[in-house]
């Protein structure tokens, strides 16, 4: 078997998986684009009292508005990940799920801390991917993956959410600073 061979049974294979899967990749890539919220609202539902006690105890505000605050948070991740998986008032889930992280940036006071600030603003990437893409319903095929013929207002959404995207990936590496100092001498 030559290379052109090689590379002709690539492409065919190719070709074959994305008619098979063309249908499911754009669920798939909405459902890693939401997880994160998807986990939360989840996980807010099974330790309610862990979420509501401590809401109450960073912020003394009280029993009702801490569940307040708790059910407002599981009832937005819910919402607004059922409507990007259903396709359905894209721009308003979108919109609601920003406002949630907004919402939990200062309910957390994680506003000051590095690392989940830049999973925060990452979270906005991925939110402002799924806007970008749904712009333009017809048009894509997977959640801000550029096509030829597209609005300038469109690209700029997608080159933000994939620049923010990769604030994700940054809070993962872990520089050691004594690699590049020098001992000290004694």
């Given at each position: 078997?030559g290379q052109n061979d090689l590379m002709g049974t690539a492409e065919?294979?190719?070709?074959?998986?994305?008619?098979?899967?063309?249908?499911?990749?754009?669920?798939?890539?909405?459902?890693?684009?939401?997880?994160?919220?998807?986990?939360?609202?989840?996980?807010?539902?099974?330790?309610?009292?862990?979420?509501?006690?401590?809401?109450?105890?960073?912020?003394?505000?009280?029993?009702?508005?801490?569940?307040?605050?708790?059910?407002?948070?599981?009832?937005?991740?819910?919402?607004?990940?059922?409507?990007?998986?259903?396709?359905?008032?894209?721009?308003?889930?979108?919109?609601?799920?920003?406002?949630?992280?907004?919402?939990?940036?200062?309910?957390?006071?994680?506003?000051?801390?590095?690392?989940?600030?830049?999973?925060?603003?990452?979270?906005?990437?991925?939110?402002?991917?799924?806007?970008?893409?749904?712009?333009?319903?017809?048009?894509?095929?997977?959640?801000?993956?550029?096509?030829?013929?597209?609005?300038?207002?469109?690209?700029?959404?997608?080159?933000?959410?994939?620049?923010?995207?990769?604030?994700?990936?940054?809070?993962?590496?872990?520089?050691?600073?004594?690699?590049?100092?020098?001992?000290?001498?004694?």
């Amino acid at each position: 078997m030559g290379q052109n061979d090689l590379m002709g049974t690539a492409e065919d294979f190719a070709d074959q998986f994305l008619r098979v899967t063309k249908q499911y990749l754009p669920h798939v890539a909405r459902l890693c684009l939401i997880s994160t919220f998807l986990e939360d609202g989840i996980r807010m539902w099974f330790q309610w009292s862990e979420q509501r006690d401590y809401i109450d105890s960073t912020w003394n505000c009280g029993y009702l508005l801490a569940s307040s605050f708790v059910f407002l948070n599981l009832l937005g991740q819910l919402t607004g990940c059922v409507l990007v998986l259903s396709r359905n008032f894209v721009q308003y889930a979108c919109f609601g799920l920003f406002g949630i992280i907004a919402l939990q940036t200062i309910a957390y006071s994680i506003l000051w801390d590095l690392k989940f600030l830049m999973r925060n603003l990452a979270l906005g990437g991925g939110l402002l991917l799924l806007l970008a893409e749904s712009r333009s319903e017809g048009k894509s095929m997977f959640a801000g993956v550029p096509t030829m013929r597209e609005s300038s207002p469109k690209q700029y959404m997608q080159l933000g959410g994939r620049v923010l995207l990769v604030l994700m990936f940054m809070t993962l590496l872990h520089f050691d600073a004594s690699f590049f100092s020098q001992p000290s001498q004694q």
